[in-house]
């Protein structure tokens, strides 16, 4: 059975914030301060095994978390490019724990 997600209000009224300022409105992998409407708060352990307990959570900036190796962030790279997010040799940035 599919997991069933967050409601989006508990999620951007509730979680997002939470998360954001327990890391100090920073990116906790490249330490840039980033406003709670521009951050991306991701998942730790992504896809059928992850979950919302805040332990599983952490805020990135758009960069780190387009980079980060994880095959169910590979959507992101191609609109990241075109934004110039990150640069065309994206590979040599990807980073992991």
């Known amino acids: 059975m599919p997991k069933k997600r967050t409601p989006n209000e508990t999620w951007y009224k ?3 914030p939470i998360i954001w300022k327990r890391d100090n409105g920073r990116c906790v992998n490249c330490g840039m301060k980033v406003s709670l409407k521009n951050s991306h708060i ?13 332990r599983n959570l952490r805020t990135l900036c758009v960069r780190c978390h387009v980079l ?3 095959i169910n962030h590979r959507g992101m790279i191609q609109s990241a490019i075109r934004k110039n997010l990150i640069p ?10």
Not at 42 to 54: A, C, Q, T, W, Y
């Open 14 to 16: 509730n979680i997002r």
């Open 42 to 54: 991701d998942h730790i352990v992504s896809g059928l095994k992850s979950d919302n307990k805040f």
């Open 88 to 97: 065309a040799d994206w590979r040599n940035f990807v980073w992991e724990e």
């Open 68 to 70: 980060r190796l994880d």
